[in-house]
């Protein structure tokens, strides 16, 4: 009855989507030829859409358009180089730092070609940092943007595509298996460490059709990605437009004027994005974007706040995704979610697992605090699981008694301040409602008196004076007496890294400076 259930469903969404429409039989032997030697991986997903939409845009970006044939042609050349030239292929690691660009995705798909592990990096790793991950995770070949850091790791660095696209090589054979793809935690806290994913079709199929249901992109529509395709929320949604023919807007660096200028002219019917972005955009007189319909958020927490500022501006197309790098996707809030509750993360997707563990191991009832556990297509198969098969993804959550989950923070975030349990979110989320208050971020900081402190770092609204008392008492108001900040500390902007979450450490480094 489920498998039927499911069956239906996929057969719907994926006729809506134009993803079940009859191919001739050429067309439809060269998608099912893509995946057969490239299985689940960029490089089929590319190959599969030259097939099928040749002539249609793969990629608008500053440099112009580039067609899916064009994108697979270049990207087929490429990796003929790559093995030619450097040795490249199965069981070598291949590392790719490129901003939001045709090299990215031309370079991505040459990688997955060659059954190489894909390694995408940060583009604002630098020096020590940078040469340590690249020796750490074996990097054989380092493809990175002409514009970005150089060091010494004892491979070849390759900056000038377009030169090895015109060199070519013979014709790169069928991987015995695909590589595997590797992304970097964000390391907010510490070293990057690196989260290899191997994918199977089976294991997708039904998270990946249960998002296509609930959220509505439409194949063949432009969208823009924002965030860093090194990112699991970038490369997550390119894989998708892949998917479904969407041809995908690149901007290099994030700018909210250019963002706006450029969903303006693409027409894009939908956006990915992450929390700081959406801030960010607001701060800018709303733009009337009648093609927008969806904006997916994640990446990390969307405060209930700018969840319900970005639908007053743009219209109830905000949908906010739950997960991480390691656990994947996890859960989505639609926007009569968001508008219900804003601070909630959603369901889990069709396929997907999440629980919410007490102590002894037994699942909550709604209302009661636990640890956040994930399981499902969309999961690493390397990450460390319990012995039901789930996932611990370090956060710690309820559900309420409609089964939406809800976030309360991450596990090593909560604080105990005099004997009682205190999560920084909660009261992050109220300083962030209040006016005047632009942004805010609340640690745990050490105490000699009650072991842990609360510490709020606030930046205020420009031309907007604010004082800690008074701060302290709006918390005071609405929350019990031990959730007050012992400490309020104007800053005049919070660290983020480049997927948008505060940098702690640096955080509290600046503070102390």
């Not at 609930?214 to 892949?242: D, K």
């Not at 639609?334 to 997907?352: N, S, Y």
């Not at 990450?383 to 098969?389: L, S, T």
């Amino acid at each position: 009855m489920e498998l039927g259930g499911f069956g239906v469903e996929a057969a719907v969404t994926l006729t809506r989507n134009g993803l079940l429409r009859p191919l001739p039989p050429g067309v439809l032997a060269r998608v099912v030829e893509a995946y057969r030697t490239f299985d689940v991986s960029l490089a089929a997903g590319v190959a599969a859409a030259a097939a099928r939409w040749p002539e249609r845009p793969a990629v608008l970006d500053e440099d112009g358009t580039l067609t899916f044939a064009e994108l697979d042609a270049r990207a087929a050349a490429l990796a003929a180089a790559l093995r030619s030239r450097y040795g490249a292929g199965p069981g070598t690691t291949v590392a790719v730092m490129w901003p939001n660009h045709r090299g990215f995705v031309t370079a991505a798909a040459a990688v997955s070609r060659l059954g190489a592990d894909l390694l995408l990096l940060n583009t604002g790793l630098a020096g020590p940092q940078l040469r340590d991950i690249l020796r750490r995770e074996g990097v054989h070949v380092l493809i990175a943007d002409p514009g970005l850091a150089r060091v010494q790791f004892g491979g070849p660095r390759v900056s000038d595509l377009d030169d090895l696209v015109s060199e070519g090589g013979p014709p790169v054979p069928r991987p015995r298996r695909p590589g595997r793809l590797v992304l970097l935690t964000s390391g907010t806290t510490g070293v990057p460490k690196g989260a290899p994913r191997r994918l199977s079709l089976g294991a997708v199929a039904e998270p990946f059709v249960s998002m296509l249901a609930t959220v509505p992109v439409r194949g063949g529509e432009p969208m823009l990605v924002a965030p860093p395709l090194f990112h699991g929320l970038g490369i997550l949604w390119y894989a998708v437009a892949l998917v479904l023919g969407c041809p995908v807007v690149l901007i290099r660096r994030f700018d909210p004027q250019g963002v706006l200028d450029a969903l303006e002219r693409t027409g894009a019917g939908s956006m990915v994005a992450v929390p700081v972005m959406l801030q960010r955009l607001l701060a800018l007189p709303p733009r009337r974007l009648p093609h927008l319909r969806v904006v997916l958020c994640g990446g990390s927490a969307l405060r209930p706040d700018l969840a319900t500022a970005f639908m007053d501006a743009y219209g109830d197309v905000l949908y906010n995704l739950y997960g991480s790098t390691e656990a994947g996707w996890a859960a989505l809030a639609t926007p009569a979610d968001l508008r219900a509750a804003p601070e909630t993360v959603g369901r889990p997707p069709r396929g997907a697992t999440v629980r919410v563990e007490g102590p002894e191991g037994r699942e909550q009832p709604a209302g009661e605090v636990g640890r956040v556990l994930v399981g499902g297509g969309l999961t690493f198969g390397t990450a460390p699981r319990g012995e039901d098969g789930l996932l611990a993804t370090g956060d710690l959550g309820h559900r309420d008694e409609h089964g939406l989950l809800f976030i309360d923070g991450r596990d090593d975030d909560m604080i105990v301040s005099g004997g009682e349990n205190v999560f920084p979110q909660e009261v992050e989320n109220l300083l962030a409602r209040r006016p005047g208050v632009a942004d805010v971020a609340v640690l745990g900081v050490p105490d000699e008196e009650f072991g842990q402190r609360l510490a709020a770092y606030v930046v205020a609204e420009q031309g907007v004076t604010l004082s800690a008392d008074e701060l302290k008492q709006a918390v005071k108001e609405e929350l019990a007496g031990f959730k007050v900040p012992r400490d309020v500390v104007f800053v005049p902007s919070l660290p983020r890294n480049q997927t948008g979450k505060v940098d702690r450490s640096r955080l509290l480094a600046d503070s102390r400076s």
